[in-house]
């Protein structure tokens, strides 16, 4: 019994530690926000019923900017009185 303990204590520092990875290449992606602060989860199992009511909480208003960029394309046509290697004959346009 004492061997299954401590292999399941092993087993949920490995966890930890992985989640702790994870969250920090989360932030470093951008996909999690950074923690506002570090708090440990219940020691016991909460009772729903005395949970306070759920709140509708609504995201703010980005606001957002859009324009016209004007970006030349460059022609992709070559136009040349010379060949290109001796082989090839003379491009006209």
Do not use: W
Not at 29 to 53: C, N, T
Not at 62 to 83: D, Q, V
Request: hydrophobic share 30%; proline share 15%.
């Amino acid at each position: 019994m004492v061997v299954v303990r401590a292999h399941q204590d092993q087993l949920i520092a490995t966890q930890t530690q992985h989640t702790a990875n994870l969250r920090q290449i989360q932030q470093h992606l951008g996909i999690l926000a950074p923690p506002e602060h570090d708090m440990p989860g219940p020691s016991k199992p909460i009772d729903p019923s005395q949970d306070a009511p759920l709140v509708e909480q609504t995201v703010p208003h980005e606001e957002t900017t859009t324009g016209e960029i004007e970006t030349p394309i460059p022609s992709t046509e070559i136009s040349t009185a010379e060949p290109l290697s001796p082989h090839d004959p003379p491009t006209t346009t």
